[in-house]
C-alpha cells in the first residue's frame, strides 16, 4: 500500500492495486484460527489509517536497480549518463615491449589479427564499413617539466590520454588529481605495478580506500602493509595454508554452511542470509 502511494505520488505508472495484492495473499494462506474475510478486512482498514511509508522510504535506488537488470536500453542510457558527468582521463605506461614478451597469449593474439582487413564482414555477405570515423583522445607524453590540463579545459572533448615513463605513476595522477580530475583509469599493462605503486598511496590519516574485491588476501605487499582490511560481514573464516599473501600470512576463505568452529569466528550469524538476498539482486 505505502510503496503504491509512493510510486504514484512520485510520478510511476502503475499497473493493478495494492487491496487486489492483499486480498490474493490471504486467500493462499490456510484459513483457521480466525482468519476469514472479516479479519482481512480489519486488518485493511487498520493499516490504511494515517500515512504509510515504504520500508525502504525512498525506492529511486531500487527502481534503478530492477531496470539496469531488465532494460538494456536504459542500463546504456544510464551508463552514459555517468560517463557525461564522470569523465576521466587514461594513463599508461609508455614502454611495454618487455611485458608484452612474457605474456604467450599476447603472441597469439597478435599472429592472429596480423594482416587483417580494415573493414569487418558479417557472415558470408558484404563487407561492412564503419558508419562514422572514429575520433582518438589527444595523447600526451608525460614530462615533468610540461604541465598536464586541467579538467576545464576538456568540459567538451574527450579526456587524454596521458602516458608516461616507469617510476612517473604517483607525480601524475597526484597532478591530476590537484588539477580537478576526480577518476584517472590506468590502463597500463599488466605487470607494470599499478597495484604495488597503488598501495604506497597510503597515508596516516585514513583518508585513502583501496578497493578489491580480494581484499582479504591482497596480491602485493605494499597494499597488506599499508593498508588495513575492514572486514565485512561473515560467519565465519578458514585459514588456507596452502596459500600465502605476500608477507607469509594463510589466505583467508569463508567457512563452509554448518562449519560450527571456523578459525576466526562469526560476525553476524545473519550473514548467509544477507548473501541470499544479496545474489537475488536486492542491493544494499
Not at 487486489?20 to 493462499?28: G, H, V
Amino acid at each position: 500500500m505505502a510503496a503504491d502511494d509512493w510510486l504514484i505520488g512520485n510520478g510511476y505508472i502503475v499497473e493493478g492495486n495494492p487491496y487486489d495484492l492483499f486480498i490474493n495473499y490471504c486467500y493462499a494462506c490456510a484459513p483457521g484460527g480466525g482468519w476469514n474475510p472479516r479479519e482481512w478486512e480489519t486488518i485493511w482498514r487498520s493499516a490504511s489509517r494515517g500515512n504509510p511509508a515504504p520500508a525502504r522510504r525512498d525506492l529511486t535506488k531500487f527502481i534503478h536497480w530492477y531496470r539496469w537488470s531488465h532494460d538494456e536500453d536504459y542500463k546504456q542510457a544510464a551508463i552514459a549518463t555517468w560517463k557525461n558527468k564522470n569523465s576521466y582521463p587514461t594513463v599508461e605506461i609508455e614502454k611495454v615491449d618487455s611485458a608484452r614478451a612474457q605474456s604467450e597469449f599476447i603472441n597469439w593474439l597478435e599472429s592472429k589479427v596480423k594482416g587483417l582487413s580494415k573493414h569487418f564482414q558479417k557472415g558470408f555477405g558484404q563487407y561492412l564499413k564503419l558508419s562514422k570515423p572514429v575520433t582518438l583522445p589527444k595523447t600526451i607524453k608525460y614530462d615533468d617539466s610540461s604541465p598536464l590540463p586541467n579538467k576545464s579545459d576538456y568540459e567538451s572533448q574527450q579526456p587524454p590520454r596521458i602516458k608516461f615513463s616507469q617510476g612517473q605513476r604517483h607525480q601524475v595522477i597526484t597532478q591530476l588529481r590537484a588539477l580537478g580530475w576526480q577518476f584517472v583509469l590506468d590502463r597500463s599493462f599488466m605487470g607494470l605495478g599499478k597495484s604495488h605503486d597503488m598501495g604506497q598511496f597510503a597515508n596516516s590519516e585514513g583518508q585513502m580506500w583501496f578497493l578489491d574485491l580480494n581484499h582479504r588476501n591482497p596480491s602485493v605487499e605494499t597494499v597488506e602493509n599499508n593498508f588495513d582490511d575492514l572486514a565485512v560481514r561473515h560467519n565465519g573464516l578458514n585459514q588456507d595454508s596452502l596459500r600465502k599473501t605476500p608477507m607469509g600470512k594463510p589466505h583467508l576463505n569463508w567457512a563452509s554452511d554448518g562449519d560450527e568452529n571456523p578459525d576466526i569466528k562469526s560476525l553476524c550469524h545473519n550473514a548467509h542470509l544477507f548473501l541470499k538476498l544479496q545474489n537475488k539482486g536486492y542491493p544494499n
